[in-house]
């Protein structure tokens, strides 16, 4: 089997923008107000308090903007795990982690959207898939015993389709009298 390639990272807006940091601080704060918190992209709370940080790392009001934000995020994550929209909750987690890096969220968070993302694909496929996921669960920390789970389940999930396979052209074989010989229901079988 090939080395699982890498699930594509979600694009996350890390735009800083230049200007004094008074005025970086006012339009932070006026897209606090307006609910700008992550979007559009180069306008909002995020890339303004991280503007403000680029300058003055130790900006207080920056910081505490980007705790309220991150406030933010969790909560829109925990409704897209719960509203199972696993694609917007990849891009609030990388976009927490951007915000507050080390925010206790992030580990945990990371754990629960592989849960629910590697859970899926094995319950509605598309099964190429599982292995990319199941190294980015490992990545973010998910247990080995849960990985060991996960990789003894996608074994069997790939026996079973491949004996369905094997089954469908059997019937399809028998169903054409093709019994014996080349391309026959005995050597598929075999």
Same mark, same amino acid.
């Given at each position: ?19 004094? +940091? ?5 339009? =932070? ?11 559009? !992209? ?20 920056? /910081? ?7 406030? +933010?995020?969790?909560?829109?994550? @925990? ?9 917007? =909750?990849? /891009? +609030?987690?990388?976009?927490? !982690? ?7 969220? +992030? ?11 590697? @859970? ?27 990985? =060991?789970?996960?990789?003894?389940? /996608? ?20 169903? =054409?009298?093709?019994? %014996? ?5 005995? %050597?598929? /079988?075999?």
């Amino acid at each position: 089997m090939p080395p699982p390639t890498p699930l594509p990272a979600p694009a996350v807006d890390t735009s800083i923008v230049r200007g004094q +940091v008074e005025d970086l601080l006012e339009k =932070a704060s006026r897209a606090m107000f307006e609910r700008r918190f992550t979007a559009p !992209r180069g306008a909002n709370a995020l890339v303004y308090y991280r503007s403000v940080l680029a300058v003055d790392p130790t900006n207080g009001e920056a /910081l505490d903007g980007l705790r309220r934000v991150s406030h +933010v995020l969790i909560s829109r994550f @925990n409704d897209d795990i719960a509203q199972q929209h696993y694609n917007r =909750a990849s /891009l +609030v987690l990388a976009t927490l !982690r951007l915000a507050e890096p080390s925010n206790a969220h +992030v580990r945990p968070f990371g754990i629960e959207l592989s849960n629910a993302l590697v @859970n899926q694909a094995l319950t509605n496929g598309p099964l190429a898939t599982v292995p990319a996921l199941i190294a980015q669960a490992a990545r973010r920390g998910v247990p080995a015993a849960q990985i =060991a789970t996960w990789q003894s389940a /996608l074994t069997g999930l790939q026996a079973k389709r491949q004996i369905q396979k094997i089954a469908g052209q059997i019937a399809r074989r028998i169903d =054409a009298n093709r019994l %014996t010989g080349p391309a026959s229901a005995q %050597t598929a /079988l075999a």
